[in-house]
Structures are given as C-alpha cells and as structure tokens.
C-alpha cells in the first residue's frame, strides 16, 4: 500500500514511515516543519513534502497517489496560553476538516488518526460509596498538597484503567482539539460510509522525541535537563500515573490499523498496559544517565491531570496490538538515544 503520513518529519511519524518501509510499503509524508517543533529541515530517508495539511492545494495531488492517509499532523503540547487557541484549531481540527473532504473527492476512504489519551480528561476514579464518578481536582486541595482527586462526598478517589467507552472531558485547549478531530471524522465514516481508526496514544517516549521544548513531552523534558547535568524537576508528589508507550510500539500500532481497514470508526487506546509514575520514570532516567537525583518540587498546573492509565484491552482484541518494549528497557535507551534538533526560534 501507498500511504500519505501528515505530519511525517514528526516524532511519531517518522517513525511510523520506517515501520511501513521495513514493511515493504511506500509512503510520502507531508509536513509544514512548524518552527514549534522543528528547528532544522529533518534528513528522514523518505520522501517529503513541506506544505500545510490546511491547503487543499498542497493535499489534492498528494491523495490521488495514495490508498490510505496517517494522520499525525497536529500542533502539540499543553495549550494553556488562551492566545494559542486559534493556531490549536487552526493545525488540528481545519487540518482535519479539509484533509477529510479532499479524501472524499479523491475517493481514498481509508483513515487512521493520531488522537490522545487526553481527550479523557482526568482518567477514570471508583468512590468506595458512589462508584465511578467525574474528578476534577480542586485548587484548594492542591495549593495545600493534597493531590488525590475527591469524591463530591470528600473522600479519595480510586484511579482505575480507563476503557475505550470512558466519558470524553478534554481539560485543555489542545485536548479540546484532538477531540474535536475525532468527531470531525467519526462525523465523516458516517457520511462516506469511510474507515477511521483513531489511535489514543498515551504517554509516547523515544529516540528523536523533540527536546528543550516547552511543548515537549515529561520524558524529554527529564532527559534535556540530565543532559545539561541539572536535576529534573518533578511536579506534584511525583506519584502522579501515567502509561508510558514506546515510539516503535505506537508505530506497530499505526501499522496494524492501517492494514485492517473496517467501515465506520473505533477509538483505541495504545498504551503499554503497565502504568508507572512520573516520579519513577525522573528516577529511572537520571540513574541510567547516573546523573543527579531528581526534585520533588511539588505545585500542580492548570489542565494537570493526576492519574490516567489506561486498558490495552480493546487495542488487543481489535488490532492484534500489544507493546513490546518494556519500561526499563525502553528508558535505559532513551537515556541515550538521539532527540531531535531544539528549535532555533522560540
Ligand atoms: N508524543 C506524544 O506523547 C503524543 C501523545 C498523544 C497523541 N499524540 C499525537 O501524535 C501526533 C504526532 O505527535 P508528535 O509527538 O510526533 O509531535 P511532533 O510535533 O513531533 O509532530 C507533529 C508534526 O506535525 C507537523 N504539523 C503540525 N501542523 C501541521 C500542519 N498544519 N500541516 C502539516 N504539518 C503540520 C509538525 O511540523 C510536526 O512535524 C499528533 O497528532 C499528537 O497530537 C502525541
Ligand atoms: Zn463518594
């Protein structure tokens, strides 16, 4: 198969570009090289084109060549600034608009989309008393430390694995977007009778992740700090979970689903199924790069989520899915392995 990967010269889809091509299929990638994310043109090995997935222009010529489109392009990161909401909407959900209608007028009917554990909000929570009921953490509680989301009642809430089926309740402006991407394209397979497969990453981490970017992802934040011999700073308690998901397992991910086309839309987390906790993997890092001991350093931002794990369950079932690259072995090579180039505009 030939397939468009949008936003190619990215972390996650240049890798899923070297997992189709050790596959034996051909793909282009598109991507706009937003100065956010990339400071120099990448050399990826594959070919590329540097246009913007908004332009209908830029998209017509590339889908008439192609049986199935990766759509990984998005504008990342925390989206806490307000005045950032426009170029969020902008990159991911006109990029999605458009890029679904010129699939329909080139007739290719086959999606898979990069969504996010994100668009869950704050992970799923079990009352003792009330069952599973919505978290949202109060400012009070966090000012004084106390970082366990509560029941309406004021107990402690259990963190449980959040299912496929889990109520949506993005935090943030970017995860507002990415949620906005599925429905724009649940809305299409509808219409078009088209296939979507919209992939919830978790905590992706890896060679060639982005580095000393405010839009880059805790894995490499810890990383860039080691590397400049700074201790990493961790938010909260450090006790925080999350499922850390290996670049190369997302990558099978995308594979599988673009090899398993079915009318209509499925969401699936891509996950490794084995939570840790953000304090776990500043430790882990700083003791594979034996550098110094990370802070605790408490405080909780806006949007923070405290726990969200999710079930590999449906991923299995659906896709054949399962990560492969465990959590000590996957850290102990990202202490060492390349990141990308840090952008030259800030
Ligand atoms: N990294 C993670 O942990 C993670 C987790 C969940 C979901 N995701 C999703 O995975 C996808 C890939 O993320 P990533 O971590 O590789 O980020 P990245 O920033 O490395 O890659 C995104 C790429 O998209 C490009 N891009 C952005 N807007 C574009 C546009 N309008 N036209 C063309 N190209 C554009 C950027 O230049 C960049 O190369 C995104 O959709 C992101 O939301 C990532
Ligand atoms: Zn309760």
Same mark, same amino acid.
């Given at each position: 198969?030939?397939?468009?990967?949008?936003?190619?010269?990215?972390?996650?889809?240049?890798?899923?570009?070297?997992?189709?091509?050790?596959?034996?299929?051909?793909?282009?990638?598109?991507?706009?090289?937003?100065?956010?994310?990339?400071?120099?043109?990448?050399?990826?090995?594959?070919?590329?084109?540097?246009?913007?997935?908004?332009?209908?222009?830029?998209?017509?010529?590339?889908?008439?060549?192609?049986?199935?489109?990766?759509?990984?392009?998005?504008?990342?990161?925390?989206?806490?600034?307000?005045?950032?909401?426009?170029?969020?909407?902008?990159?991911?959900?006109?990029?999605?608009?458009?890029?679904?209608?010129?699939?329909?007028?080139?007739?290719?009917?086959?999606?898979?989309?990069?969504?996010?554990?994100?668009?869950?909000?704050?992970?799923?929570?079990?009352?003792?008393?009330?069952? @599973?009921? =919505? %978290?949202?953490?109060? !400012?009070?509680?966090?000012? #004084?430390?106390?970082? +366990?989301?509560?029941?309406? *009642?004021?107990?402690?809430?259990?963190?449980?694995?959040?299912?496929?089926?889990?109520?949506?309740?993005?935090?943030?402006?970017?995860?507002?977007?990415?949620?906005?991407?599925?429905?724009?394209?649940?809305?299409?397979?509808?219409?078009?009778?088209?296939?979507?497969?919209?992939?919830?990453?978790?905590?992706?981490?890896?060679?060639?992740?982005?580095?000393?970017?405010?839009?880059?992802?805790?894995?490499?934040?810890?990383?860039?700090?080691?590397?400049?011999?700074?201790?990493?700073?961790?938010?909260?308690?450090?006790?925080?979970?999350?499922?850390?998901?290996?670049?190369?397992? @997302?990558? =099978? %991910?995308?594979?599988? !689903?673009?090899?398993?086309? #079915?009318?209509?839309? +499925?969401?699936?987390?891509? *996950?490794?199924?084995?939570?840790?906790?953000?304090?776990?993997?500043?430790?882990?890092?700083?003791?594979?790069?034996?550098?110094?001991?990370?802070?605790?350093?408490?405080?909780?931002?806006?949007?923070?989520?405290?726990?969200?794990?999710?079930?590999?369950?449906?991923?299995?079932?659906?896709?054949?899915?399962?990560?492969?690259?465990?959590?000590?072995?996957?850290?102990?090579?990202?202490?060492?392995?390349?990141?990308?180039?840090?952008?030259?505009?800030?």
């Amino acid at each position: 198969m030939r397939v468009l990967i949008t936003g190619g010269a990215g972390f996650i889809g240049s890798h899923v570009a070297d997992e189709l091509s050790a596959q034996g299929h051909d793909c282009v990638l598109l991507d706009a090289l937003l100065p956010e994310a990339h400071g120099s043109v990448p050399s990826l090995g594959h070919e590329l084109v540097v246009g913007d997935v908004t332009s209908p222009d830029v998209l017509r010529p590339l889908l008439s060549t192609v049986d199935v489109v990766c759509h990984q392009a998005a504008m990342v990161g925390h989206g806490v600034d307000p005045f950032d909401a426009p170029s969020y909407a902008r990159h991911n959900d006109l990029g999605t608009a458009v890029l679904l209608a010129e699939m329909y007028r080139a007739g290719v009917s086959r999606l898979v989309l990069a969504s996010s554990m994100v668009v869950y909000g704050e992970g799923r929570y079990r009352c003792l008393s009330h069952g @599973v009921v =919505r %978290a949202e953490r109060a !400012a009070a509680d966090l000012e #004084r430390g106390l970082y +366990e989301p509560r029941c309406f *009642c004021g107990d402690f809430l259990v963190p449980e694995l959040v299912p496929e089926d889990a109520p949506l309740d993005p935090r943030s402006t970017y995860a507002a977007t990415k949620l906005a991407q599925e429905h724009l394209a649940s809305a299409w397979a509808r219409q078009t009778g088209g296939s979507v497969w919209a992939l919830r990453y978790h905590n992706v981490y890896g060679p060639r992740m982005p580095r000393d970017t405010p839009y880059a992802g805790v894995a490499s934040i810890f990383r860039s700090a080691l590397q400049n011999g700074v201790a990493p700073r961790v938010m909260e308690d450090g006790r925080q979970r999350r499922d850390f998901v290996h670049v190369t397992d @997302v990558a =099978r %991910a995308n594979f599988l !689903a673009l090899s398993s086309p #079915r009318p209509g839309f +499925e969401a699936v987390n891509v *996950c490794s199924g084995s939570p840790h906790t953000i304090g776990e993997l500043a430790f882990a890092l700083a003791e594979a790069c034996d550098g110094p001991t990370p802070s605790i350093v408490g405080g909780a931002r806006p949007g923070d989520v405290r726990h969200v794990v999710a079930s590999p369950a449906k991923a299995l079932d659906v896709l054949g899915f399962e990560a492969k690259v465990g959590f000590s072995d996957g850290v102990r090579e990202f202490a060492f392995a390349s990141q990308r180039e840090p952008v030259t505009t800030p």
